[in-house]
């Protein structure tokens, strides 16, 4: 019974303790991560759940206060979302985990309201990942975002400027997306992703819809910090408190990248997006550009959490050129590569903050000599930059090999160079910070300084993941994958 | 001349828009910036509304017994006006975390404009 009601608790339970983690912080302070952590267990074994519901029996469809769809708002889990709800909460729980001493010492004061926020932020990620309403997926988005700035603004000195400006950019983003909607809706006069993929093809030729299409993807390309309207990002991620940029690393961008798929291959038949409207080697030569760009670009800073977020920006471009190749090898490999550059990401960004809270260095130049002080999250980390260059047994091998393979199929010589390039690029960038970490310091105490269990737990989970996944990346591939590939697709 | 006057609100739609994305590019001020998401947001309210409109004395759909309730052309289309009764709350809130960052960004600076910030952030990061 409880199993038909998974789709609703997976997001309710998230929004009304981010609702009671303020009273319960009248009464105890501490309470409040007890009561995150129990919300972002709850929505990660609801996902498993939803997950292997549709495995073995196919699409659910969640009505919400059981008005029918098209007028009311449906929730639809196919393969593609259940996957993401799964990485999506994963990540939520082993953050929210983390953040224990984080919040303790950065804002004693305030930790009602910052375990608040991160469950609005799950909130919106969940809805965002979830919902099969375009309008509904507005607001999610807005909330998810709203969320990102109150949180970013809690970083250092910094962090208020980044912080506004990602709002003013975000929200232009999301506005454009809802002139989108507003397009379809006056062509069609409904909203429910299911019904406008059966009511579009009938006005595939009107110009309204043309511009709705590139409303779409500027706005989402926005979101998603996709070369070259990612200006944003390094800024907001490197300034925000070290609790929550693991957090945004692994999920923010990449749920965008799965409602830029979900847009364009479900709103919008394949057929549109790969026959009428050539917009497929605008992203792809886009993406190359962002591969180059962010590695690039990377290879330019000293701080450890701006380098990362250079290289979330190379990651994007590599779920992008994916999608852009039309093969069905390649959108694998996008896909897989979601799964693992949300793992990744958080694995660095963890070791990242780890450093930061046991010794306070944020620059290349601070952690040299940190593998005698710190050796598991050293060990942590260099299992996580072994995987973002794509060095097997680790799953980061395994999605780049399928979308070096997709563009070769596809043919489309550039992109593999591209992704080569960009591969060794990261490379160097990450070799440097190994580099560092591993060489002789006299002026750092070699005592064995660890970073405290929360910390650990988390790093050591996305470890492992990493090299699970690395293992199991055929079965993923076969159960889920290989049903959500777009129709079309070579 | 006929074509932009039949679709004049989309017309004006798009002039909105462009005058708050002018401020939101050009401006220095950081708070003239936020009046210029504002006022993209609401041409993006006035786009919608201005959709639900019919000609010929169409009002709200409210049931009453003066109103032929069959009569389809005597009702405006609510959906619209939902739909931006949501897009209101949201754009209110972005607001208002907005001014939030725009006094934490004073009290840290003494200044709202993005050059003298720049100045100070470079001040700052040269120590």
């Known amino acids: ?490 | 001349m006929e074509y932009i006057i039949a679709k004049y609100n989309y017309w004006m739609y798009v002039i909105l828009m462009m005058v708050g994305f002018y401020a939101m590019i050009v401006k220095k001020n950081l708070v003239k910036k936020l009046l210029g998401l504002n006022i993209f947001q609401w041409a993006i309210i006035f786009f919608y509304i201005s959709t639900a409109v019919k000609s010929g004395g169409a009002t709200v759909p409210i049931l009453h017994s003066a109103l032929d309730t069959a009569n389809i052309n005597l009702y405006l289309n609510p959906l619209p006006h939902v739909l931006m009764l949501t897009a209101i709350v949201v754009g209110v809130s972005t607001t208002g975390v907005a001014l939030a960052l725009v006094i934490l960004i004073y009290r840290k600076f003494q200044t709202l404009d993005e050059d003298e910030i720049l100045d100070k952030l470079r001040e700052l990061s040269g120590k």
Not at chain 1, 77 to 98: E, G, K, P, Q, R
Not at chain 1, 139 to 150: F, G, N, P, Q, R
Not at chain 1, 205 to 218: E, N, R
Request: a positive charge.
């Open chain 1, 1 to 490: 019974m409880i199993r038909h009601q998974l789709p609703a608790i997976i997001i309710v339970a998230p929004f009304i303790m981010a609702i009671l983690t303020n009273l319960i912080g009248l009464w105890s302070r501490s309470a409040c991560y007890y009561a995150a952590l129990f919300t972002a267990g709850v929505s990660l074994f609801s996902s498993i759940g939803i997950l292997d519901t549709v495995i073995s029996t196919g699409k659910i469809s969640y009505r919400l206060g059981g008005w029918e769809p098209p007028w009311g708002i449906e929730y639809l889990v196919d393969h593609l979302n259940a996957y993401m709800l799964v990485i999506v909460t994963l990540i939520a729980f082993l953050s929210i985990l983390y953040s224990y001493r984080f919040a303790e010492k950065d804002m004693p004061a305030r930790i009602p309201q910052f375990y608040s926020l991160m469950l609005l932020l799950l909130t919106g990620l969940i809805g965002m990942t979830i919902t099969g309403d375009a309008f509904n997926l507005y607001v999610l988005i807005e909330i998810t975002s709203i969320a990102c700035y109150a949180l970013i603004a809690k970083g250092d000195d910094k962090s208020p400027l980044a912080s506004f400006n990602y709002l003013i950019i975000g929200t232009a983003g999301a506005c454009l997306y809802l002139i989108g909607v507003g397009y379809l809706y006056i062509l069609t006069g409904s909203l429910n992703m299911a019904d406008l993929t059966n009511l579009l093809p009938k006005v595939y030729h009107t110009k309204a819809l043309l511009a709705a299409f590139f409303f779409f993807i500027v706005g989402i390309a926005i979101k998603m910090a996709f070369f070259p309207l990612h200006g944003w990002l390094p800024n907001a991620y490197n300034h925000s408190p070290d609790s929550v940029s693991a957090f945004m690393a692994g999920t923010v961008t990449k749920v965008c990248a799965y409602v830029l798929i979900r847009v364009m291959f479900t709103i919008f038949q394949p057929q549109y997006s790969l026959s009428i409207v050539p917009i497929l080697p605008l992203l792809g030569w886009l993406s190359v550009g962002a591969m180059l760009y962010g590695c690039i670009l990377a290879l330019a800073q000293r701080e450890l959490k701006n380098i990362f977020s250079y290289l979330i920006i190379a990651e994007v471009g590599y779920i992008v050129v994916g999608i852009s190749t039309a093969t069905k090898i390649g959108f694998t490999g996008s896909v897989l590569h979601i799964l693992n550059d949300a793992i990744m990401m958080a694995c660095l960004f963890f070791t990242a903050g780890a450093i930061a809270y046991k010794t306070g260095a944020k620059t290349i130049d601070d952690v040299k000599g940190i593998h005698k002080k710190m050796p598991l999250t050293t060990a942590g980390f260099t299992v996580g930059a072994v995987s973002v260059v794509g060095v097997p047994p680790t799953c980061g091998f395994f999605s780049k090999w399928y979308l070096l393979l997709g563009t070769i199929h596809s043919g489309e010589y550039h992109y593999t160079a591209g992704l080569l390039l960009s591969s060794l690029l990261c490379a160097i960038v990450l070799y440097r910070v190994l580099q560092s970490m591993y060489s002789q310091n006299n002026e750092i105490s070699t005592k064995n300084d660890e970073a405290p269990a929360t910390m650990l737990f988390p790093i050591y989970v996305t470890v492992f993941a990493i090299l699970i996944i690395g293992f199991i990346s055929g079965n993923i591939i076969s159960t889920v994958i290989d049903k959500t590939i777009p129709i079309g697709f070579r």
